[in-house]
């Protein structure tokens, strides 16, 4: 196999983090979406688990559908209780059937939890005074906690950065080299100082048996002081390259995966934000070039980046 070779060539990193025994990790090291392919456990749910961070990782619909859900299903909650400690502890009520007092208890308990408060139908006994007063509260900390999830959902810094699916093995120069692409794909999100770092890890064989060696792939280059267009990051496959004596099949063979980090300052939060991803061998096409994403408007007076084409690629020979 060729990854038997490197050592030749190459200097391993010990610093990623990631262990070295084949035998003990399943699938890739990091998704694809940036977040470890790791599951924890050992330990009680309520101490791994992180609902803050999880409320601001998720998407809006998911957040937004959790919020709704807890929303109904404590109104209802309430509402049973209401219903439980008797009509009679309730003044104003004026529905006769079962689904519609079971209906308008259900929108008092709305009313009470958002304090809104109506007035038409209000508590008279000790016991729905104190089922009131202890919804009320709970209803101010909860759209208290609501209003702080959505202002660290819109002002947590984040990168905006979006990769290619895809890793290319392209002609580079007299040679060939290791591509990926990436691009800012907000208008108004532009960073500075950006700097990237790739790895490759991969098994090989170390006194007869397989081991999972990591290397820092050097780059042509690793920062750029402005970030708002399109930048192929490219690694030559030289006589430096941990790849130099890779072909198409030994990818498969060696179970590689190149492991992406980018950082830079964004200027709109006025800080330091990163993006992650990985490319496994599967998602590593070789003999194939990047398509330009970006031309020169009608008038020449603009350029235009066309964020679509992020991953578009033709064959070539190498």
């Known amino acids: 196999m060729a990854s038997s070779m490197v050592d030749h060539y190459s200097t391993t990193n010990p610093d990623t983090g990631f262990g070295n025994q084949p035998g003990q990790f399943g699938g890739r090291f990091m998704n694809k979406d940036g977040s470890f392919n790791l599951k924890k456990t050992g330990a009680p749910y309520f101490k791994r688990a992180s609902f803050y961070s999880y409320l601001l990782e998720i998407s809006w619909l998911k957040f937004i559908t959790l919020v709704l859900l807890f929303y109904l299903v404590v109104n209802l909650l309430f509402a049973v209780g209401y219903f439980m400690i008797g009509e009679d502890q309730l003044q104003g009520l004026v529905s006769t059937g079962y689904w519609s007092r ?71 120069r007299s040679g060939k080299a290791l591509m990926f692409r990436l691009v800012p794909y907000k208008s108004n999100h532009h960073l500075s100082d950006v700097q990237v770092v790739v790895n490759l890890s991969y098994v090989m064989l170390k006194d007869g048996k397989p081991e999972y060696a990591f290397y820092k792939l050097g780059l042509e280059r690793s920062r750029v002081d402005m970030f708002n267009m399109n930048w192929t990051v490219v690694h030559p496959i030289d006589e430096q390259s941990p790849l130099i004596d890779f072909t198409n099949e030994d990818l498969e063979k060696a179970d590689v995966e190149v492991l992406v980090q980018v950082s830079g300052f964004n200027p709109i939060f006025s800080n330091v934000v990163m993006r992650r991803t990985s490319y496994t061998y599967e998602e590593i096409i070789w003999g194939a070039k990047f398509k330009p994403m970006y031309h020169e408007s009608e008038d020449g007076m603009t350029t235009i980046l066309e964020l679509n084409k992020l991953n578009h690629y033709e064959p070539v020979d190498l």
Do not use: C, K
Not at 110 to 135: E, K
Not at 146 to 167: C, K, M, N, W
């Open 102 to 172: 079971a209906r308008e208890l259900f929108y008092f308990s709305t009313q009470t939890f958002t304090t809104v408060g109506y007035g038409r139908i209000n508590p008279i006994g000790d016991s729905s005074d104190i089922l009131a007063s202890i919804q009320a509260m709970g209803g101010w900390l909860f759209f208290a906690l609501v209003t702080g999830l959505l202002y660290g959902r819109f002002t947590r810094p984040q990168a905006y950065i979006d990769f290619s699916e895809h890793a290319l093995i392209a002609p580079y």
